[in-house]
């Protein structure tokens, strides 16, 4: 799984009316750290509260429970997971304190050591997360609900989302990676490839078109192994191509997938769609050979430009973003400046950049040579410049030229921010008929000099 850029997101009260009856309120907020999966599964847990008649409220109103869903991808991770705990339970003292994800599966010991937590609940079991309570309620002391996620032999389906008001909905097809990157804990937290029954996954796409959603994403933690588990001849390829029958759904968008996953199918259900996006994340993490094998990762730079150059000349423009980590135990300047070069040959419209951070638990945390603070700094803002060029040189191949934007917000003067196929952020000024944007429309402007960023 591609790193990501760790992030604390509350659920507020948006997803439906209180109540106005003479029922006693109940009422849980969601506090969501880390990646996109992550925010996915919160919704789809609240979804399970709603259904349980309790409203979704803000991190800062009154809440029966407190649902915080943490992230462990670097030791930051589980820092910053850690203050989080301790401040929601500081802000609500008398709710129940649920502490789930990716943190609570690897260190639940640590977790139930704060005092005030209720609930631990790991990466499985989610959907009894409102029995747990019950039984946290009934014999007033805490609970460890994390079993060992190795277990894990099935995808869990959680409820599906029906409160979203985006004009992009998160569809999660696959759980789990057996990669065993160097730097990576996210195996010991998510475990196993898993990937999600084809017939429930095409289900919701449906209903979420119905629903009037234009966007689908798909998403996961290894999402093109997609199919692996199964038997049979599902994968990623034929997921999509299954996919793209929906009629009604405007776009199709795939999220991270690593390079060795690209196979011949998967790029011909790319090549041949009219609904899936111009725009694939495939992480790099290093422009050296000798960096990403000490990384454990299954290919080398020529693979990966020979795969970049497959895809460049099947799909015109095509926007390619990617993942780098910066100072990996044992990059010297000479692989710095590798990357340096192999990232300028690339052409990336969008490139993520992390300074490499020890994670307890994996084998790079214990290599000898590890790179000063200062020096990954460095590189870090080096890098950083490569990328700000890259990304600017993409965008200009679209100034001057129509693009269609997908409107996701518009502010109260009338203004609206959407994106492109590629992925281009776009901001629209108001009408200049008196007509207003509304989201979720399709528009073809032509775009101008800074009027769009780039992002993954």
Sequence with gaps: ???????????????????????????????????????????????LFREAKYQ????????????VNTCTVTNTGDSKSR??????????????????????QTAPGEILGIEGVDLVLGNQDRGKI??????????????????????AEEFEELPQLSEEHRTRAML?????????????????????????????AIA?????????????????????????????????????????????LGRLRLSSIEPMEYTPELIESIVTSNKVCPHLHMPLQSGSDKVLARMNRPYSLKQYQELLERLHQRIPDLAVTTDIIVGFPGETEEDHAMTLDFVRSCGFSGIHVFPYSKRKGTPAADYPDQVPK?????????????????????????????????????????????????????????????KLWSAGQ???VILEEGQCSAKQ
């Design 1 to 47: 799984m591609s790193q990501e850029v760790e992030q604390v997101k509350t659920h507020p009260a948006m997803f439906e009316p209180r109540t106005t009856n003479h029922e006693p309120r109940k009422a849980v907020c969601f506090v969501t750290l880390g990646c996109k999966v992550n925010q996915t599964e919160s919704e789809a847990m609240a979804q």
């Design 56 to 67: 979704v409220v803000g991190a800062s109103e009154e809440a029966d429970v407190v649902v």
């Design 83 to 104: 203050q989080v705990i301790r401040r929601m339970i500081k802000a609500h003292p008398e709710s129940v304190v649920v502490v789930m994800g990716c943190y609570a």
């Design 130 to 151: 409102l029995e747990w309570i019950e039984r946290v309620r009934a014999e007033s002391k805490p609970q460890n609900a994390v079993r060992g996620i190795w277990d």
């Design 172 to 200: 999660k097809i696959q759980e789990g990676c057996n990669q065993f990157c160097t730097y990576c804990i996210i195996p010991y937290a998510r475990g196993p490839l898993r990937s999600r029954l084809p017939e429930n």
């Design 204 to 248: 919701e796409a449906q209903r979420l078109v119905k629903e009037g959603y234009p966007e689908i994403v798909l998403t996961g933690i290894h999402t093109g192994y997609y199919g692996q588990d199964l038997g049979g001849h599902w994968s990623l390829a034929r997921l999509v191509g299954e996919l793209d029958k929906i009629p009604g």
């Design 374 to 434: 200062k020096i990954k700094d460095q590189r870090v803002k080096e890098l950083l410049l490569v990328a700000r060029d890259s990304q600017e040189t993409f965008i200009r191949r679209f100034i001057g030229k129509p693009v269609e934007v997908l409107i996701e917000w518009v502010d109260p003067k009338g203004c609206a921010v959407g994106h492109t196929p590629h992925y281009l952020q776009v901001h629209l000024p108001s009408c200049e008929d008196g």
């Design 442 to 444: 399709f528009v073809t």
